[in-house]
């Protein structure tokens, strides 16, 4: 009866693939041949003053809310009309027998409330979001990472919602995969730090089970602002509700491919929201003493990030599942080599 074990494990991953979850990525590609970097860290203790700019969440009237809200719901009753149900929730289990049609992910982006799941509400449209610099320690230790994807590449699984502008946006993967070096390939290698001074909002050992759990830390200075670390076996005493420093160590990656893990910097994430209503680049979001560590490694903001309009104008074409697999998936393209 193994084979009957086997088909029920391929089942969970692929409903696990279209609903948040993270079954294994394909392995990216090879980077060319690199010394391995110093194991020298990062500075754990990094610390900058208060980011100049807090996001615009708060500025919007009520009455704009309400309108664009009202425009995203209208939106969702058309798209619930040519899927032939009545409510977000019973649209689900149409959109999986029918293969997640383009209407159906696009039903998702308008009522998601996390995890790719539907939602009974609409995420308000037209809500911006602004830059500032509340990351004040790097997320990873340089010396244990050889490469990063690109905000918004083809590799991994697709990730999307709303942009800052308040957008939805489809077909692409809106955070960043770290691959680790040789040294530090393999579960519990490659440690993972508290980006700012924050709270542990949310761990949920579910969403990317059986490879470690999907971790939230809210920052201190803005609470609303959020980054979700995916397949993180936490340390002790990293609990829900504790509060943490920038740069202290969160826990050590548990990657399906023994070295490719992810991260992603949001709005609004929690244990019942894990997918942000906002995402953005985390490298948007760094300060100036962070950007240079990077920097001197060859990442940069500028080269990290693809634009809404080039994604665009060269979709991922991901499966209609919105799990793994895009054609593009192995380009080198999706990927910037650190020195």
């Not at 969970?12 to 394909?26: D, E, K, P, Y």
């Not at 924050?198 to 609303?224: E, H, K, R, W």
Request: hydrophobic share 40%; proline share 7%.
């Amino acid at each position: 009866m193994a084979w009957l074990g086997k088909l029920f494990t391929s089942i969970a991953l692929i409903i696990g693939s279209m609903f948040g979850g993270h079954a294994a990525s394909a392995p990216p590609p090879a980077p060319p041949t690199i010394p391995v970097p110093s194991s020298a860290g990062l500075n754990a203790s990094t610390s900058v003053g208060s980011s100049a700019t807090s996001h615009a969440a708060q500025g919007n009237s009520g009455a704009k809310t309400k309108a664009a809200s009202h425009v995203a719901q209208s939106e969702a009753d058309i798209l619930m009309n040519q899927i032939g149900c009545t409510n977000p929730g019973s649209c689900a289990a149409i959109c999986v027998v029918e293969g997640f049609p383009d209407a159906c992910r696009k039903l998702r982006a308008l009522t998601d409330t996390g995890g790719g799941n539907y939602g009974t509400g609409v995420v308000s449209q037209g809500q911006t979001y602004g830059a500032d610099a509340v990351v004040t320690a790097s997320p990873v230790d340089l010396g244990e990472i050889q490469q990063v994807s690109k905000y918004r590449s083809c590799f991994g699984h697709t990730y999307v919602s709303n942009d800052t502008d308040g957008i939805p946006e489809l077909d692409r993967s809106m955070k960043h995969y770290f691959q680790s070096t040789p040294a530090f390939t393999g579960v519990d290698k490659t440690k993972e730090m508290a980006p700012f001074d924050g709270t542990v909002t949310a761990i949920n050992g579910a969403l990317d089970a059986p490879f470690g759990s999907q971790v939230v830390v809210a920052a201190s200075a803005d609470p609303s602002e959020t980054v979700v670390f995916f397949h993180l076996d936490p340390s002790a005493g990293i609990t829900e509700g504790v509060a943490v420093k920038a740069g202290q160590v969160l826990g050590y990656t548990d990657p399906p491919d023994g070295a490719t893990f992810d991260i992603a910097f949001g709005w609004n994430a929690s244990a019942a929201h894990p997918i942000p209503q906002a995402l953005d680049s985390i490298f948007n979001h760094m300060a100036a003493d962070v950007l240079a560590q990077y920097a001197a490694k060859g990442l940069t903001p500028e080269n990290i990030v693809i634009s809404k309009a080039a994604r665009d104008a060269a979709t991922c074409n991901y499966p209609p599942n919105g799990g793994i697999g895009s054609p593009l998936g192995g380009s080198a393209d999706n990927w910037v080599v650190l020195k």
